[in-house]
């Protein structure tokens, strides 16, 4: 995966990564970023010359990871079409934030 400065038009950080990424969301603060793997979604952080995950989180074929506005909120769509919305900074996903059958 690479990082490219959208202003200044050059490459900033290259990582590889062990499967290929499905989708992908930045933090709105940029310094953080949630991946989707085949089998899991990786948590992290963006430094300044590499990409360091931090915490995974075992859902299988995610296909759509958005943040809310704060950033305290994700949410991402598992391949069985299940809607899980977990706190970016406790990683909790209680039970009332697991939507099914969407």
């Given amino acids: 995966m690479n990082i490219w400065n959208y202003a200044t038009k050059t490459h900033e950080i290259s990582s590889v990564f062990p499967e290929e990424c499905l989708t992908l969301a930045f933090h709105p603060s940029g310094l953080h ?3 989707a793997l085949q089998d899991k979604i990786l948590m992290c952080k963006v430094l300044s010359e590499e990409i360091a995950h931090f915490k995974n989180l075992a859902i299988k074929g995610c296909s759509e990871i958005r943040f809310n506005h704060g950033g305290h909120l994700f949410a991402c769509v598992s391949a069985d079409k299940n809607i899980h919305i977990y706190n ?15």
């Fill in 33 to 35: 970023l949630v991946l």
């Fill in 88 to 102: 970016f900074y406790t990683y909790e996903c209680t039970e009332r934030m697991k939507f099914t059958g969407h």
